[in-house]
């Protein structure tokens, strides 16, 4: 089995940014979730709600973004923004992800006046994660030492293609690969979701631990060019693949050993 996919997205939700090389680093790959977007109670907004986040393109260092940006922002019919980094010492606030709170650091004004203007949406704001290791992960999956930013659950996320092609031959209409949006994409798996039976994974200079696997909700159902949407995959999977009131696919992985990782390397499992 080989790495055929890198993908990171910078900013939680918008548009997923292929690279040919990354660093992995303990909560997941450089680059990857490292920034959010909040409405005005401080609670997260993704494309669940504003669907209109994958049309925003977020670069960084990481993805090739220009040298000395922290953080490029375009969207249709919007002008380029920079943003930097809050300085160390901005205040955390409190943000709710999902059922939990988190701390971030606001990014300010600008960058929240273009989000407004850009999703169409009052009392945005773009914030940033300044210290994933104040996260508290789920004790039942993960363990002290390992850490994630604004990952919905672990720091990086895993399919094959294997899978994604059953799925897209059980669904009704096209479902690519990166409707399930996962950091690593492996080809030359012996069978669809071989990754379920999977507790270590190895490549290039990285090492993962597999912590559970992915149930999957409405957002896969979107098409991120038209934003449109339907009931598949999810419709798909709900006869295939599902229990626990849930449907599957895809794994979290944990981050075992940080190191550089690139298209094309071996993939060692157990």
Same mark, same amino acid.
């Given at each position: 089995?080989?790495?055929?996919?890198?993908? &990171?997205?910078?900013?939680?939700?918008?548009?997923?940014?292929?690279?040919?090389?990354?660093?992995?680093?303990?909560?997941?790959?450089?680059?990857?979730?490292?920034?959010?977007?909040?409405?005005?109670?401080?609670?997260?907004?993704?494309?669940?709600?504003?669907?209109?986040?994958?049309?925003?393109?977020?670069?960084?260092?990481?993805?090739?973004?220009?040298?000395?940006?922290?953080?490029?922002?375009?969207?249709?019919?919007?002008?380029?923004?920079?943003?930097?980094?809050?300085?160390?010492?901005?205040?955390?606030?409190?943000?709710?992800? $999902?059922?939990?709170?988190?701390?971030?650091?606001?990014?300010?004004?600008?960058?929240?006046?273009?989000?407004?203007?850009?999703?169409?949406?009052?009392?945005?704001?773009?914030?940033?994660?300044?210290?994933?290791?104040?996260?508290?992960?789920?004790?039942?999956?993960?363990?002290?030492?390992? $850490?994630?930013? $604004?990952?919905?659950?672990?720091?990086?996320?895993?399919?094959?293609?294997?899978?994604?092609?059953?799925?897209?031959?059980?669904?009704?209409?096209?479902?690519?690969?990166?409707? $399930?949006?996962?950091?690593?994409?492996?080809?030359?798996?012996?069978?669809?979701?071989?990754?379920?039976?999977?507790?270590?994974?190895?490549?290039?200079?990285?090492?993962?631990?597999?912590?559970?696997?992915?149930?999957?909700?409405?957002?896969?159902? &979107?098409?991120?060019?038209?934003?449109?949407?339907?009931?598949?995959?999810?419709?798909?999977?709900?006869?295939?693949?599902?229990?626990?009131?849930?449907?599957?696919?895809?794994?979290?992985?944990?981050?075992?050993?940080?190191?550089? &990782?690139?298209?094309?390397?071996?993939?060692?499992?157990?």
């Amino acid at each position: 089995m080989r790495l055929a996919g890198i993908n &990171i997205h910078p900013v939680k939700s918008t548009a997923i940014r292929p690279v040919e090389e990354a660093y992995v680093g303990r909560a997941g790959i450089v680059g990857d979730r490292e920034w959010l977007v909040v409405d005005g109670s401080g609670k997260l907004v993704t494309a669940r709600e504003v669907r209109e986040l994958f049309k925003v393109v977020a670069e960084t260092p990481s993805t090739g973004g220009p040298a000395g940006v922290d953080l490029l922002l375009k969207a249709p019919e919007m002008d380029p923004l920079e943003v930097a980094v809050p300085e160390r010492e901005a205040p955390a606030v409190g943000v709710r992800f $999902f059922a939990k709170s988190l701390t971030a650091q606001a990014v300010g004004e600008p960058a929240d006046a273009w989000l407004r203007k850009a999703l169409g949406r009052d009392e945005l704001r773009l914030m940033w994660c300044a210290d994933p290791t104040k996260r508290a992960m789920n004790p039942d999956k993960y363990r002290p030492g390992e $850490f994630a930013a $604004f990952h919905d659950s672990s720091p990086v996320s895993l399919i094959t293609d294997a899978s994604t092609n059953q799925i897209d031959a059980w669904a009704e209409i096209d479902v690519p690969a990166q409707r $399930f949006r996962a950091n690593l994409l492996i080809e030359g798996a012996p069978e669809a979701f071989a990754e379920d039976g999977w507790r270590e994974v190895a490549i290039g200079g990285a090492r993962f631990r597999v912590a559970a696997p992915i149930d999957r909700c409405v957002m896969t159902t &979107i098409d991120a060019d038209t934003l449109e949407s339907g009931k598949d995959p999810l419709r798909a999977l709900a006869k295939h693949r599902r229990w626990d009131g849930k449907v599957w696919a895809a794994v979290h992985l944990a981050v075992a050993h940080p190191g550089e &990782i690139a298209v094309g390397d071996d993939v060692i499992v157990s």
